[in-house]
């Protein structure tokens, strides 16, 4: 089969990969949509420091999982926001979705010798190719006939809604959103279907603060003209909002901690990759909250595509090209245009 790889920094796309084959709890499908994700174009640009820095971390299980080690002179498969056709099933197992089924995943596979993330592997295919290996048990089949280009998005909107969850938002908070990428995004629709209100969304890029406008903000703002935080300080009625950092680059934090209200909640869902300082002087005087957030849980997941479904997230509008493989390579450069693109998807 074709699929597009990483291999040593550079996209490419091969001819000749091994068609994959399902195992006992697994099923065969064929790939639909897939979204390309910020954190593919870190990992293609920064996939050594990212290895180097998950070893550092202690307290928790690998991020590897299953004993995966990403060796990156080898093609690295990736692709984790899919949506995709059931085409066999694996020996002795019983699939939560019928072959013919269009479904969705959260992207983890299950097997015999353990449990392997479908996100970046030498061995586990992704999203980025004709067919891959799901979990039969972990199937989510698509509902109400939602096309797989609007299924796929299903992973990035669970991010913004595991975000919102971890902020544990009351009755009568606002919120601000800085940076208003796909994951500022989902963040809004999150806080949109949630009811909360106002929320102040911030970003450079005109064509992305349509799109937050479209997703649910209140008020938008180009930090050029008028900072996210004196935009809150006429909307808010003198409240102390939940704040979303969806940025992800240096100094970021830090000029949050200075600029936020007292008694503020800051939510860190922006992934930055560099080593990064602030000032706890400003969070401490004013009483601040920090709270880091990475992923979704199941009940996240399911309850993104049912938002997806039912219609109370449209996410049409941040589907700004569809490619096959061959425009993966060029998809990545095209990517760093905030202007040009929100979420390219790969249509194998």
Not at 129 to 155: C, D, F, I, K, Y
Not at 224 to 248: D, H, K, L, Y
Request: charged share 20%; with cysteine; aromatic share 4%.
């Amino acid at each position: 089969m074709r699929a597009a790889v990483l291999h040593r920094g550079q996209i490419l796309v091969r001819d000749d990969v091994e068609d994959p084959t399902p195992g006992l709890g697994q099923v065969l499908v064929e790939v639909k949509a897939c979204g390309i994700c910020g954190s593919d174009l870190h990992f293609a640009e920064h996939g050594g420091d990212m290895l180097a820095l998950g070893k550092q971390i202690e307290g928790m299980p690998s991020l590897g999982g299953g004993g995966d080690e990403v060796d990156l002179d080898r093609d690295v498969y990736m692709g984790h926001e899919f949506a995709a056709e059931v085409l066999d099933v694996g020996p002795d197992t019983e699939a939560a979705a019928p072959v013919g089924s269009l479904v969705t995943s959260m992207p983890v596979l299950l097997g015999m010798d353990g449990i392997h993330p479908i996100v970046y592997s030498n061995t586990v295919k992704g999203g980025y190719g004709e067919r891959m290996l799901l979990s039969a048990p972990m199937l989510l089949e698509v509902p109400n006939g939602l096309p797989a280009q609007h299924a796929a998005l299903t992973e990035p909107m669970a991010v913004g809604l595991h975000a919102v969850n971890k902020a544990r938002l009351e009755q009568g908070e606002g919120a601000i959103v800085l940076g208003c990428g796909p994951v500022g995004l989902a963040v809004i629709a999150a806080l949109a279907v949630r009811g909360v209100g106002p929320i102040v969304a911030a970003d450079f890029s005109p064509a992305r603060r349509r799109l937050a406008e479209h997703m649910g903000a209140t008020d938008i703002v180009d930090p050029r003209e008028e900072t996210g935080w004196q935009a809150w300080s006429r909307a808010g009625n003198g409240r102390a909002p939940v704040v979303f950092e969806a940025i992800g680059v240096p100094g970021i934090l830090d000029d949050i901690l200075r600029c936020a209200p007292a008694q503020s909640r800051v939510v860190v869902v922006g992934v930055c990759m560099e080593h990064d300082t602030i000032n706890p002087f400003f969070g401490i005087s004013k009483e601040l909250n920090i709270q880091f957030c990475l992923g979704y849980d199941p009940m996240e997941f399911a309850g993104s595509l049912r938002s997806i479904a039912e219609g109370e997230i449209d996410v049409a509008p941040m589907i700004t090209a569809e490619i096959d493989l061959d425009g993966v390579p060029q998809a990545f450069a095209d990517l760093g245009d905030p202007d040009e693109h929100c979420k390219i998807l790969v249509i194998p």
